[in-house]
């Protein structure tokens, strides 16, 4: 499952990231032009809000989760989340969090 949500996480970077570009240099590198753009209407304002409070949602999971099993990179996802996506942080997180860690023992594994 790790591999897929590394691709899922690759994937979720580099696609959304293609249609960013082409917007800014049909339009012009402007945030706030974009973000006038996100709420040109109450179909695209409802999606903009729908992946603000996912983004948020994730952002407290990463933070509870990350105190309680001490996994303190899977912290990362959050910036992910926020300038890239919840398409690449949230893959993200969950390839973060489903790491493997060895004990000396080679019988005994345990998730951190």
């Given amino acids: 499952m790790r591999g897929i949500f590394l691709l899922l ?5 580099i ?3 293609y249609y960013f570009i082409t917007w800014f240099t049909e339009n012009g590198w402007s ?3 974009m973000v006038d753009a ?4 109450a179909a695209s304002s409802g999606l ?9 949602a994730l952002t407290v999971w990463i933070i509870s989760e990350a105190y309680a099993r001490k996994n303190w990179l899977s912290l990362i996802a959050i910036p992910a ?3 890239i996506g919840v398409s690449c942080g949230l893959p993200l997180y969950l390839y973060l969090r ?12 345990r998730n951190l």
């Fill in 48 to 56: 903009v809000w729908d992946l603000t409070i996912a983004a948020i």
């Fill in 98 to 109: 489903d790491r493997i860690v060895y004990a000396r023992d080679a019988h005994v594994v």
């Fill in 38 to 41: 996100w709420h040109a209407n």
């Fill in 81 to 83: 989340t926020f300038l």
């Fill in 15 to 17: 696609h959304p990231m």
């Fill in 31 to 33: 945030i706030t032009a």
């Fill in 9 to 13: 996480a690759i994937w979720g970077a």
